[in-house]
């Protein structure tokens, strides 16, 4: 963690930076469950003293090293990063706004979409399966079970949230196809009970390119980030929540509402006469 701090300092010094913003994007951690002193500061803290490695991820570290440094933070990906009570007690106390986890990006962006639509107009969803076809770096890594798991709890979490019903059936599978290179392909079955128990179905077919419907949204974060610091805002951004399919402290998983969210926000600071900057 230390390393890490020299590092954001040094590169703050290098190029005469007033802020930094931290975003982390590397590839997927194994499935992490916090234990019950990440809950609490005091005792947070007193493992980091003890140097219990073992109940450390590198992303926490990465998130411990930015906040301390004074540095907004934003997690991408699928690893904890920031996202329980401690980290954000700690970023209270600095004064530093952070937020994440895992960036939505497509067959999750329409999973929360679609799945109100269902909700609302009372079709009952039997099942929905989703198949996942992934060629670059983040399909390799999510070839190895532990961080594939991680990925696929995050998918499915989101739906089941938004159905509220234990009786339906939902799966997520991603394989790594390495001829795809940076494109993407979903495929998503959808069975569900209309009018008179009547059974019908939809599917879709997602294809885009991973590293262009990620870009804009890390250029988007940072520029959110930036703002929430400059403004004097800490914790965590929960206004971010349509960015991520696993947002921390976010209850909210439809991508409409959440979005509607962040409009509220940006009308907020408009009205008080301050905006992002371009």
Known sequence: MERITADLDEFRKTHALDTVIVIHLTSAEPACVPPREFHYLESFLALLEADRRDLFPASVLYALAAIESGCPYVNFTTCLGS???????LARKKGVPHMGRDGKTGETLMKTTLAPMFVARNLKVLSWEGYNMLGNRDGQ????????????????HCLREILQDD???????????????DWKT???FIHFQGFLGTRMSLQFTW???????ASPLVLDL?????????SNESGVMT?????FKAPFMVPEHGFFRQNEV???????????????RA
């Open 186 to 188: 979903a495929w998503d």
């Open 83 to 89: 996202a329980f009570p401690a980290m954000d007690e």
């Open 262 to 276: 962040l409009l509220a926000y940006a009308a907020a600071h408009r009205k008080a006469g301050v905006g992002v």
């Open 222 to 230: 940072i520029r959110f980030a930036e703002f929430a610091h400059r």
């Open 239 to 243: 206004h971010l929540g349509c960015f």
């Open 141 to 156: 890594v999510l070839d190895q079970p532990d961080a594939n798991r991680a990925k696929t709890q995050d998918k499915d």
């Open 167 to 181: 009786a339906a059936h939902s799966r997520v599978r991603i394989d790594y196809v390495p001829s795809l290179g």
């Open 207 to 213: 294809q885009g390119c991973d590293s262009a419907l």
